[in-house]
């Protein structure tokens, strides 16, 4: 009976042993060849519309992420690499405190793009359009194996080199925030109305036409358009999102019968829309978007209310 109960014991911590070698070995063997912790990272070109270089991100924590979406190993870790970046990723809220490069080894942009369509990555997106043997970001950070991931520190030096997830939540649960530079440019500036938000209130009170037809139809709505704000604040690709009608109590609407009830929403409703885009189509340049200091083009979303009580 103790020959059995020593023999399972032995057989236990034989496992469990083995287990944790193996989890440590997959640092060992796969991650041997990538920075190590404490070097300086070459710079590199991140955004080619923008001109922004990786030394540009100087007084920010960075992640470099290695992946592609043909690598299973990749495609495995990717529900919680999605976690990690809506987590962290100063994209994703404001106020975080880590800017996250996702450098795909598809074979095309395409490809990358129709595998992120159903995973949500914030940050910085490059695809290097072949696999990552042949490419420079692979000699330049030691990249052997996919995915591979490294935290790099406000000073430019490598904080952390790994192919395990697990250890790159760990490292960004604890990272030194007295590190950062509060000096550094912002990771991201949205776009804003020249004057800031109590100005563009006053504009769209001053502007906005209620559509006749819609208030004497005793019709409202908020209508949700989404545009581009370009380099130099100009707007364009303007998109109608939402358009939530709604009717006050006791509208005229109401005494219509369903088909024209019907009929008359649906015209409401294009009238709404029409007029939100005017009035954001027919605004002053904004001040434009930033990233890292870089003026960028980005899209805004804006709410433009019609509201009869």
Request: with cysteine; glycine share 4%; aromatic share 8%.
């Amino acid at each position: 009976m103790n020959k059995t109960i020593t023999f399972i014991l032995a057989f236990f911590f034989a496992i469990t042993a083995s287990a944790q070698v193996s989890n440590e070995d997959l640092d060992v063997k796969y991650a041997a060849s990538l920075l190590p912790a404490g070097t300086e990272v070459p710079d590199m070109l991140v955004d080619t519309t923008i001109n922004l270089r990786l030394s540009d991100m100087r007084g920010h924590y960075v992640v470099l992420h290695f992946w592609a979406s043909w690598c299973p190993d990749c495609r495995k870790d990717m529900p919680e690499m999605e976690k990690l970046d809506k987590r962290y990723d100063c994209f994703e809220k404001k106020g975080n405190e880590v800017t996250f490069v996702h450098i795909s080894y598809d074979g095309d942009t395409a490809r990358m793009n129709r595998y992120l369509s159903e995973h949500a990555l914030n940050g910085y997106r490059l695809c290097q359009g072949r696999k990552f043997h042949d490419t420079e970001t692979a000699r330049l950070f030691g990249v052997k194996w996919i995915p591979s991931m490294i935290l790099i520190g406000p000073d430019g030096h490598v904080v952390l080199s790994t192919v395990m997830v697990d250890k790159l939540k760990k490292a960004l649960q604890h990272l030194d925030l007295s590190k950062l530079d509060p000096n550094a440019p912002k990771a991201v500036e949205m776009p804003e109305f020249q004057g800031g938000t109590d100005a563009l209130m006053n504009y769209l009170v001053q502007n906005v036409h209620y559509p006749t037809k819609a208030m004497e139809m005793g019709l409202q709505s908020k209508v949700r358009v989404s545009f581009v704000v370009d380099t130099l604040g100009r707007i364009s690709d303007l998109k109608i999102k939402e358009n939530n009608l709604s009717a006050v109590r006791k509208a005229p609407i109401g005494k219509l019968n369903p088909e024209e009830r019907q009929r008359t929403a649906k015209e409401c409703a294009t009238l709404f829309a029409n007029e939100a885009k005017r009035v954001v189509r027919s605004m002053p340049a904004w001040k434009p978007a930033r990233s890292f200091g870089k003026k960028t083009k980005v899209s805004f979303m804006l709410p433009v209310t019609f509201r009869l009580e």
